[in-house]
C-alpha cells in the first residue's frame, strides 16, 4: 500500500487503528483516514523527522510543499517574531505578503489545497476563494474569478458569496426576511433538533431559537449584492469566531 504524505512535514507514515484520530502531538500528527468503520478508523499518521535550524530543533518541512504555498497562496513561510524585543519566534509560519501572522505552516497548506488565496484586507481570519482553484492554470484573472470570501478561526469558518447574507452577530432571523420554504424549512429543522435533542441541546435550542439552526450565511437581514459586500460578511464571521 503506498500512501501519500499529506502533510506540509518530512518524517515517517505509519499506518494505525484509532477511533479518534483527529489529534496532533509532539511526535505525529494525522495524515489520512483511510478506512471508517464507524467504531474504529484505519488511519496514517505521519511522526516528525527533526531538524536543527540555528540554535532550535523543529519540524523539518517538506520544501516543495513551502514551494507550493508561497507559488500560489500570495503568502509565504517564515519565521514569526512576537513579544518585548522579539525574543520568541514561530520558525516556519505562514504569513502574509507584509509580514503578518496568518498561522502554522498547516495553515499554509491548508490554503493551498483549498486554492485559497491571502486576503490583504483582513490577513488573520479571512481568506480569498477562487472559482477554480489558483493553482489551475484554467483560472480566470481578476475578479471573476473569485468565488467568495472565507471567515474562520480555529472555532470554524463560514464561505460567503454573492446572493447570501451579510453575516450579523445579533441578528435574530424573522419569517419576513425569507421567502416561505426557506422559513418552513428551518421551522422543521428546529423542531426536529428539539424533540431528538438531549436535555442540554434542548436548552441551548431553547436560548437560541430558530437562529440555531439557521447557517450563517442566511443570518442577517442584507443580501451580499458584490463582493465587497462579501469580504465584510467574512469579516464579521471572522471576528465572531474569534
Known amino acids: 500500500m503506498i500512501i501519500e504524505n499529506q502533510t506540509p512535514y518530512l518524517g515517517k507514515l505509519k499506518l494505525k487503528f484509532e477511533r479518534h484520530p483527529h489529534y ?4 505525529n500528527c494525522l495524515n489520512k483516514i483511510h ?3 464507524g467504531f474504529t478508523k484505519l488511519v496514517s499518521r505521519l511522526y516528525y523527522k527533526w531538524e536543527k535550524s540555528t540554535d532550535e530543533i523543529g519540524k523539518a518541512v517538506d520544501p516543495k510543499k513551502v514551494e507550493l504555498i508561497e507559488l500560489y497562496t500570495d503568502g509565504k513561510v517564515g519565521d514569526h517574531r512576537f513579544g518585548p524585543n522579539d525574543e520568541y519566534i514561530l520558525n516556519n509560519s505562514f504569513l502574509g505578503p507584509n509580514g503578518e501572522y496568518i498561522g502554522s505552516l ?5 490554503y493551498f489545497k483549498n486554492g485559497m488565496t491571502v486576503c490583504e484586507d483582513y490577513p488573520n481570519g479571512v481568506a480569498i476563494v477562487w472559482n477554480t482553484s489558483r493553482f489551475d492554470k484554467t483560472v480566470v484573472s481578476g475578479v471573476d474569478g473569485v468565488k467568495g470570501y472565507y471567515g474562520y ?8 458569496k454573492i446572493g447570501d ?7 435574530v432571523p424573522k419569517k419576513e426576511d425569507y421567502p416561505e420554504d426557506e422559513w418552513n424549512k428551518y421551522m422543521k429543522k428546529f423542531a426536529e433538533s428539539y424533540r431528538t435533542g438531549d436535555d442540554f441541546d434542548q436548552e441551548w435550542l431553547f436560548i437560541d431559537g430558530v437562529k440555531s439552526v439557521v447557517p450563517f450565511n442566511r443570518r442577517g437581514s442584507k443580501t451580499i449584492r458584490n463582493l465587497g459586500d462579501a469580504l465584510t460578511a467574512a469579516i464579521n464571521m471572522s471576528k465572531y469566531l474569534s
Do not use: K, P, T, V
Not at 498547516?106 to 491548508?110: D, F, L, R, S, V
Open 24 to 27: 496532533s502531538s509532539g511526535s
Open 35 to 37: 478506512l471508517d468503520l
Open 106 to 110: 498547516n495553515e499554509g497548506w491548508w
Open 153 to 160: 478561526s480555529h472555532r470554524g469558518g463560514q464561505l460567503f
Open 165 to 171: 447574507r451579510i453575516f450579523e452577530e445579533d441578528y
